[in-house]
């Protein structure tokens, strides 16, 4: 791909690569240990709001510091889960796009809208 096709996302995944490469942790980063380590990012993102309620988050938003650190939790379970793609071989763009495919099959619109039940309950 050259650079006048390449995306934010590329130059992104790019960018997580060069900063992986220049400390050697690819060694560390077999596809086993990028899930195990997404999962603990997402229960560190899990943290951020754990025993807040909606206005008790809200306020936490408008808290540049909060706010920082709920950005900084984010960012490391979206890194994770670019180099579990990386590694797996597959576009993570595309893969969240042919979910939302699948998923409008399970959730359409005449039975869904409004709902929050599980497609198998609709």
């Given at each position: ?6 995306t934010?996302l ?24 990028l899930i195990?380590s997404?999962?603990i ?50 576009d993570?763009?595309?893969?969240a796009a ?25």
């Amino acid at each position: 791909m050259n650079d006048s096709t390449s995306t934010p996302l590329d130059a992104l995944i790019k960018q997580v690569l060069a900063f992986r490469e220049a400390r050697d942790w690819q060694q560390f980063h077999t596809l086993r240990n990028l899930i195990v380590s997404t999962s603990i990012e997402a229960g560190e993102l899990l943290e951020t709001i754990q025993w807040k309620d909606d206005a008790q988050i809200a306020a936490m938003l408008a808290d540049p510091a909060a706010r920082a650190h709920l950005e900084q939790e984010c960012a490391d379970v979206f890194i994770y889960l670019l180099l579990t793609a990386h590694t797996a071989g597959f576009d993570l763009v595309k893969a969240a796009a042919d979910k939302v495919r699948v998923n409008e099959t399970r959730y359409p619109v005449e039975k869904a809208k409004g709902n929050a039940k599980k497609h198998s309950d609709l």
